[in-house]
Antibody
Framework: QLQLQESGPGLVKPSETLSLTCTVS??????????WGWIRQPPGKGLEWIGS???????YYNPSLKSRVTISVDTSKNQFSLKLSSVTAADTAVYYC???????????WGQGTLVTVSS | DIQMTQSPSTLSASVGDRVTITCRAS??????LAWYQQKPGKAPKLLIY???SLESGVPSRFSGSGSGTEFTLTISSLQPDDFATYYC????????FGQGTKVEIK
C-alpha cells in the first residue's frame, strides 16, 4: 500500500516561491500505473487540483495556476516536488500530495501540510 | 474546462436517514467520476470511482450512480461516522472537484 508524506516550510513570504516535496513509500514512483499529483485546500474551502506528473516527466497543470507552477520528479529518491512562484495570501492552504491510478482518481493521499503565506 | 457543481452545499440529516448528494458536470464525462469523504483535519478518502464502483473497504451503504452529466452519491442509512464533507471529482479532462457537500447532524 502506498504511503505519501509532504514536507517543506510551513511559512512563506509573499512574492517568494513555495516549495514542497512528497516522499513515496510502499511502492515505486517509477510505476507505469501511477501519476503523482498535488491538490490544495484553503482554510474552510474546497479542494483544488494544482498539477500532476508522470515518472517519465510528463506534466499537467491547472490552467489557472500554470504560469506559476512547476512539478518535478526525482526517481532516485522516490520523491516528487512542487514549486509555486510569486505567492500571495490567497495561496495559503493545506497542500496534499496524492497518487492517481492510471491518471484517474486519487487513491492514496498524504496527510497534508499547511503552508501560510505571510510576511 | 469542465466545471463540477454539487447540491446541496449543506445537508442536515439524522442517523438512519437515506441521504443523496448530486453532482453535475458542465459537459459529458461519461462515468469518469469519483466521490471522496473528508473529515476535519484529514485528507480526503476515496469512496467511489468510475461513478459506481465501490473502493475496497468502503461500507456497502455507500453507492454511486449516473453517467454523462448527472451523478448521485447515496448513503442508504446514515451512520455517526458518515458526518463529513463529500466531494465529487471528474477525471475525463484533467481533474476538477465539486465545491463539496457538508453532511451535518440534524
Amino acid at each position: 500500500q502506498l504511503q505519501l508524506q509532504e514536507s517543506g516550510p510551513g511559512l512563506v513570504k509573499p512574492s517568494e516561491t513555495l516549495s514542497l516535496t512528497c516522499t513515496v513509500s510502499g511502492g515505486s514512483i517509477n510505476s507505469s500505473s501511477y501519476y503523482w499529483g498535488w491538490i490544495r485546500q484553503p482554510p474552510g474551502k474546497g479542494l483544488e487540483w494544482i498539477g500532476s506528473i508522470y515518472y517519465g516527466g510528463s506534466t499537467y497543470y491547472n490552467p489557472s495556476l500554470k504560469s506559476r507552477v512547476t512539478i518535478s520528479v526525482d526517481t532516485s529518491k522516490n520523491q516528487f516536488s512542487l514549486k509555486l512562484s510569486s505567492v500571495t495570501a490567497a495561496d495559503t492552504a493545506v497542500y496534499y500530495c496524492a497518487s492517481h491510478y492510471n491518471q484517474y482518481y486519487f487513491d492514496y493521499w498524504g496527510q497534508g501540510t499547511l503552508v501560510t503565506v505571510s510576511s | 474546462d469542465i466545471q463540477m457543481t454539487q447540491s446541496p452545499s449543506t445537508l442536515s440529516a439524522s442517523v438512519g436517514d437515506r441521504v443523496t448528494i448530486t453532482c453535475r458536470a458542465s459537459q459529458s464525462i461519461n462515468t469518469w467520476l469519483a466521490w471522496y469523504q473528508q473529515k476535519p483535519g484529514k485528507a480526503p478518502k476515496l469512496l467511489i470511482y468510475k461513478a459506481s464502483s465501490l473502493e475496497s473497504g468502503v461500507p456497502s451503504r455507500f453507492s454511486g450512480s449516473g453517467s454523462g452529466t448527472e451523478f448521485t452519491l447515496t448513503i442508504s442509512s446514515l451512520q455517526p461516522d458518515d458526518f463529513a464533507t463529500y466531494y465529487c471529482q471528474q477525471y475525463k479532462s484533467y481533474w476538477t472537484f465539486g465545491q463539496g457537500t457538508k453532511v451535518e447532524i440534524k
